[in-house]
């Protein structure tokens, strides 16, 4: 299939499952936090808004998607490695538990796979300047709440999204029905728990909090405190924070105010997706050009 065949295909397909898996999962959450907010209750316009800005980042995001899948696809013929082959099947076969185990790998091991990547991009976006202009429109809700979770600018999408499915296609040979099983199984968790991690309910799991990203774990990531700053960047588990020591673990009482004091939250889909592009392409390039006076001088010298 062509590329513009599938983008076409995958675009048809696109808005009746976008708007079933963004919006509708979303009602139990939004009910929650309006019973039982961890701060100030999130507004319908604060929901409308982020709803607004994740449709059409899927939008936008969508040939990208497509084309890391295409390329990723040619190069294999040209890697000096071969993709490592693997199956679920294979954990299917264990006695007794092979049932219960198999769909679980499904879930666990794209969900890790995710999680290492994720968690050293997300951590270059709070370090590297032109990839926080993208990254503020997250930051910046500032009464976080489930719908947050897609409150992402498409720029931002495309650094992180594209390299992942890119890279792992790179890697791993996975039949193409166990892939989409995987992929429909862990997603189908992820987009659930992100959205639960994200919300506004106070709520407290401490026996959950160093396994999974809790509410609150999240909330201190949001935090507009800058004692919080800098913690708790994985997106699903949090073994990635303690291993590499950015864990912060929440206190009793800890369900801090979130935003960006110094940054303005847009009000508008237009100020949401243009201007955080416009502003990183222009960081991008004073970086471009600190980087070339450095070596011109270092080549005089």
Known sequence: MTFAAELSRG????????FVWTVLPLIPFILLEQVRPAGDRPRWRDYALNILISLSTS???WPVGVAAGFVSRALRGHLPWKPLAFSFARIGHVPW???VLEPLAMVLVPLFLHDLWFYWAHRLEHKVPFLWELHKLHHSDERM???TFGRN??????WTAFFSMFTLGLLVDLDLREAGRAAYLSNAFFMGWT???HSAIRVRL????AVLVTPQVH????SADPAHHDTNFADVLPIFDILFGSYRRPGPAEFPATGLPDVPAPRSLWAAQVPPLAASTISLRAWARRRSSIVQTDDRG
């Open 11 to 18: 675009l048809k397909a696109l808005f009746p499952w976008v």
């Open 59 to 61: 939008v936008l995001m």
């Open 97 to 99: 538990l092979g049932r």
């Open 145 to 147: 709440n489930c719908s």
């Open 153 to 158: 600018q498409f720029g931002q999408e495309i």
């Open 195 to 197: 959205m639960f991690c």
């Open 206 to 209: 401490p026996w959950l909090d």
């Open 219 to 222: 909330r201190l990531h949001h």
